[in-house]
T-cell receptor
Framework: DTGVSQDPRHKITKRGQNVTFRCDPI?????LYWYRQTLGQGPEFLTY????????KSRLLSDRFSAERPKGSFSTLEIQRTEQGDSAMYLC?????????????FGSGTRLTVV | KQEVTQIPAALSVPEGENLVLNCSFT??????LQWFRQDPGKGLTSLLL?????REQTSGRLNASLDKSSGRSTLYIAASQPGDSATYLC???????????FGTGTSLTVIP
């Protein structure tokens, strides 16, 4: 197991297009998180899955954003009708149990640029 | 809402120096605190995780301390090396909820 994988690493899209990112967590981790990080800021929480159930969503996750985790394995984050303000690094993390003992393991992120 | 602050925002030191990075948080009812390293354009690498019941954790040249009552944590880096140059982020996890709250990071440059 090589850790948390995210695909693609970089995505450039035109404003108004839809984009989808994929995250493959560490195989034995049942918890998966999406964060967004803009330049010079710390990551901000977007959403959390326990197995296939989406248990928590941030107010940052507008109705243009949707995340899924079918079968409790990989997850996808889709952004519809992208806006320039969506340009950011999208980070995925996973943890086992409640994450309280072991903390998070992050992927390398997907950098989105909306032009 | 939990707010996490990191001071200084940027730090430049000559190679070999010992240094301390600071992290403060507003709500002391935290479950744990994690320090991360982030290289430019990359994801986050976990450095140290401190549970709320612990006072410090050590890994190699790194030592992190936690003082919940004062809402502070420090990351001590001994004998700094140019390869330590990166942004260091601290994040706290509360008892309630499932997210980490991150600071904005300290950008460290170690000059050879």
């Amino acid at each position: 197991d090589t850790g948390v994988s995210q695909d693609p690493r970089h995505k450039i899209t035109k404003r108004g297009q839809n984009v989808t990112f994929r995250c493959d967590p560490i195989s034995e981790h049942n918890r998966l998180y999406w964060y967004r990080q803009t330049l010079g800021q710390g990551p901000e929480f977007l959403t959390y899955f326990q197995n296939e159930a989406q248990l928590e969503k941030s107010r940052l996750l507008s109705d243009r954003f949707s995340a899924e985790r079918p079968k409790g394995s990989f997850s996808t984050l889709e952004i519809q009708r992208t806006e320039q303000g969506d340009s950011a690094m999208y980070l995925c993390a996973s943890s086992s149990g409640g994450g309280r003992e072991y903390g998070y393991t992050f992927g390398s992120g997907t950098r989105l640029t909306v032009v | 809402k939990q707010e996490v602050t990191q001071i200084p925002a940027a730090l430049s030191v000559p190679e070999g120096e010992n240094l301390v990075l600071n992290c403060s948080f507003t709500d002391s009812a935290i479950y744990n605190l994690q320090w991360f390293r982030q290289d430019p354009g990359k994801g986050l690498t976990s450095l140290l995780l401190i549970q709320s019941s612990q006072r410090e954790q050590t890994s190699g040249r790194l030592n992190a301390s936690l003082d919940k009552s004062s809402g502070r944590s420090t990351l001590y880096i001994a004998a700094s090396q140019p390869g330590d140059s990166a942004t260091y982020l601290c994040a706290v996890r509360e008892f309630a909820g499932n997210q980490f709250y991150f600071g904005t990071g300290t950008s460290l440059t170690v000059i050879p």
